[in-house]
C-alpha cells in the first residue's frame, strides 16, 4: 500500500481510521463535501487497498460501511509480551490472579 494518496484521501483515511469504520453518510457529512465527491474518495482509497465497503442498513437506508483494512504487519503485539511469554489475559479462560502462569508474568514485566 505504498500508492500516494491526495490530501483529501489522506484526510479520509485518517477519519476512517480514528473512527474504527465509519457509514458512507457519515463521512460525507464529517468530511463536509457532498455525496458525489465522497464516493469517489472511498472508491479510490478502496481500489488503492486502503479500505472495505461492507452493505448495511443505517437508519432505515441502505448504505455502506466504510472500515480500515489492516494489516499483519502493522498490528504491534509488544504490549502482550513479557519477554517470551505471551499476556494470559490473551484467550478466552478467566485468568486467576493467584495462578503461577500469572505470576510468572508479571515477573517478566519487572524484568524488563
Keep these: 500500500m505504498a500508492e500516494e494518496l491526495?490530501?483529501?484521501e489522506a484526510r479520509g483515511l485518517d477519519l476512517i481510521t480514528?473512527?474504527?469504520g465509519i457509514h458512507q453518510s457519515d463521512f460525507w457529512k464529517e468530511m463536509d463535501i457532498d455525496s458525489r465527491k465522497g464516493s469517489r474518495i472511498i472508491e479510490s482509497l478502496e481500489e488503492k487497498g486502503y479500505v472495505e465497503r461492507e452493505e448495511t442498513v443505517y437508519e432505515g437506508h441502505n448504505t455502506y460501511l466504510i472500515e480500515p483494512v489492516v494489516?499483519?504487519?502493522d498490528l504491534?503485539?509488544?504490549l502482550l509480551m513479557?519477554?517470551?511469554m505471551l499476556?494470559?489475559?490473551?484467550?478466552d479462560e478467566e485468568v486467576?490472579?493467584?495462578a503461577d502462569r500469572f505470576s510468572q508474568w508479571i515477573m517478566q514485566l519487572a524484568y524488563e
Design 96 to 98: 486467576n490472579a493467584n
Design 82 to 84: 513479557a519477554g517470551d
Design 18 to 20: 480514528r473512527e474504527g
Design 6 to 8: 491526495t490530501d483529501e
Design 71 to 73: 494489516n499483519a504487519e
Design 76 to 78: 504491534d503485539f509488544s
Design 87 to 91: 499476556s494470559p489475559f490473551v484467550g
